[in-house]
Every structure is written in structure tokens, then in C-alpha cells.
């Protein structure tokens, strides 16, 4: 289990997944999160299988998150390892080690790497189909093979989420923010992709709550709508063609008159 992991009680498992480090991609678990008041515990994102959805180093989180897990926007993005730490690290490295694959290796081995990231969600959060919400005690209680998909090391990702067991992120209340790291969302969205990438997701927001709000209008409000406005418009068009004749024939009539008058008059003797 998860918890006898925190508590130090397999050191085996943490050997595999020490290992594993070497020669996985940085994969992180993604911890989709959400405080329900009324049992006052966490729920975390699952599913049906009790799988922990990831997300590999470097991958945009939005995309990862919208295609995993729900279409819903998170009230927050959290580090479980503060990012100082990392800095440290990877500076002390860089500074005893110039082989790039010696920093490679090491940087696996940073506090960072393989860290699980938490999206804090909204209590009303509507999963995808598939996903279901755990209590995060049953999750921290289950046996952790059952915790990895295909082709990811089960050892490594139950390491991961034990960080979070360890740390007790997720044992108090809403405030998440008291027990782990705040992540800037625009330093985060154009660390793990394009400033390009950060601006187009943030299209597809605006573009799925404008369908959400058309939705909500009913499509007989719609077309009554859009017949209105093409009979004002055909009145309207109509309205100012007709002014337009009788402006016309009225200049018309006056040149007539005046070509009369002129006709008329006998020439001067």
C-alpha cells in the first residue's frame, strides 16, 4: 500500500523505483483534486480501475487535463516539491558535473522529477466518462500495482503519490495551499509549452463556454431571433429604397416645372 510506502515499510518498492528512474521518460502522476465540505476530505480523480492519470515532463498540463481527466478549468495548480529545492539541485549538479549525460541521470534523481503535480478542481467538477472520484484515504490504502497503467513502472508511481501521503497534502482542509507549492499559471504554461500553445488553449476555453451559453439559449430562441433580425433588416432596406424614389421624383417634377416656365415666357423684342 501507498501508506506503508510514506511510512518507510518497503524499502523494495523504492529500490524498483529508484531504478526505474533510469531509463523512464520524467512521467508525473496527475492528481485532480477537489475538497467535498460536507464529508470534509479530499477526492481525487481515478478510473474505474482505480489508475492514476500522468503526464510526461514537458507536456502541456491544460491538454493533459482536458484529454484525462475533465473539460472543467482547475482553481489551481500545486507542486509537491517546492521548486526552490529543485534550483538548488540542479545548480550544485551543474556546477560538480559536465558530462551531459551524467546530468542527465541526475537530474532523475532531482527532488523534482517524478513529482506529482495537483490540480485543485471545483467541488461541482464533472469528470470524463471512465473517471470516477475517490476518497484519497481508500486511494492511499489500496494495493499500489493496481495504481499504473501499461508501460508505466507501478513501483515509480507509487513513489510518487507516497510523496503526497508522506507530506499529508491532502489530509487537512481546502486550503492547499498551506501544504504545498502554488504553481504560476503563465510561468507554467510557457515552461511546458509555447507561448503559441498557452494562447491557443486559452481559445478553446472561450470557444467551449460560448457553446455551453448557446446551449443554454434553446434553439427556438435562436431562430426566433434570427428571423427578427432579418425581417427588421428586410424593412429597414425596404424603408430606405422607397425614400430614395420619392426623393428622386420629386427633384424630377421640380426640373419639369422649371422647363415649363421657361417654355412658356415669349422671347424678349
Known sequence: MIAQIAKGKA?????AANAARRTLRNIRPLIAARYDPKVKEWLVATDVAFQIPYFVEGENIVKALRNHVTFDVPLGLFETVALES???DTESQECSESNPKTKELAGRKSPRAFSPLIA???EETQLHSGMRWRPWRTVAEVPYSILAGPGVSAELMATSVASIVEAEQLDGDEELDMRA???DDER???REGSEG???DDD????????LIDLEKKGKGQVDTEGRGG???GKATSEGSSDAVLQDDKGRQEEREDSLGADTSSPPPT
Open 11 to 15: 524499502p523494495m518498492v523504492v529500490e
Open 86 to 88: 529543485d534550483m538548488e
Open 120 to 122: 485543485k478542481m471545483p
Open 181 to 183: 507549492y502554488a504553481l
Open 188 to 190: 507554467f504554461y510557457i
Open 197 to 199: 500553445d498557452a494562447r
Open 203 to 210: 481559445d478553446e476555453w472561450e470557444k467551449m463556454d460560448r
Open 230 to 232: 432579418e425581417e427588421l
